[in-house]
């Protein structure tokens, strides 16, 4: 069974610190990783997407790496700023077509930053 | 340009009632998906859409119920409601086909379904 475990559930630093978000993945055939960002009661906002072929993207102060050998990935996010607070979900996809999305969701780890 | 728009924002029903839920996805997007989050929980998928044709669905009872317009918006019904149904229901159009491979999916804002 495809799944998608995100770690830490929850953490709490301080503004201008950095972090780092770790998402591991049992998905196969893997198409795809995707980190979102959700504001509370929102819908979730695309950060990156990376194939099996990249290693590392960034998208401001938020840098994604991808280990497609150990099926890991890591959200790092540098000078955080208030408005970082929110949960980031790690998707992974996969060829399986039919039937359903192909996306599997990990449960998200909820960031808080503090002044 | 709009995002995904998502109507209504907030709803609250009562157990047996019928809800229909709207999506308008971004334009010249042909995909929509549907999916329920349950709150702490990352989003289960319940439906697929693509060019007006469902192309998945998830492990959802056949209370829900959903179907795209000619215009590419979607709707999702859910009959019989459950106090269990209560939840985040969120759409997401993409771009390059059903799967979003290339550029992934956009997501609404969501209809906070409140089911006393």
């Known amino acids: 069974k495809n799944q998608v475990e995100q770690s830490p559930q929850s953490l709490i630093i301080l503004e201008g610190k950095n972090c780092t978000l770790q998402c591991n993945y049992t998905v196969s055939p893997f198409s795809n990783l995707r980190w979102y960002k959700q504001d509370t009661g929102r819908g979730p906002v695309s950060l990156t997407i990376?194939?099996?072929?990249?290693n590392t993207k960034s998208n401001g102060r938020y840098t994604a790496t991808l280990d497609a050998d150990t099926k890991q990935s890591s959200l790092h996010i540098t000078a955080s700023q208030l408005s970082d607070s929110a949960s980031y979900i790690c998707v992974v996809t996969d060829y399986s077509g039919g039937g359903a999305d192909g996306l599997t969701f990990g449960k998200g780890t909820h960031l808080i930053i503090q002044p | 340009d709009a995002g995904v728009t998502q109507s209504p924002t907030h709803l609250i029903k009562t157990r047996g009632q019928h809800v229909t839920l709207r999506c308008s996805p971004i334009?010249?997007?042909?995909?929509v998906s549907w999916y329920q989050q349950v709150l702490g929980q990352g989003p289960q998928f319940i439906f697929q859409?693509?060019?007006?044709?469902?192309?998945g669905r998830g492990n959802f009872p056949d209370r829900f119920s959903a179907r795209q317009f000619p215009n590419y918006s979607s709707e999702l019904n859910v009959n019989a409601l459950l106090l269990g149904d209560s939840a985040l229901y969120l759409c997401?159009?993409?771009?390059?086909?059903?799967?979003?491979?290339?550029?992934?999916?956009?997501f609404g804002s969501g209809t906070r379904l409140t089911v006393v």
């Open positions: 997401a159009s993409s771009l390059d086909g059903p799967r979003g491979d290339v550029y992934g999916y956009t």
């Open positions: 859409y693509y060019e007006k044709e469902e192309r």
């Open positions: 990376m194939t099996f072929s990249e």
């Open positions: 334009s010249g997007h042909k995909s």
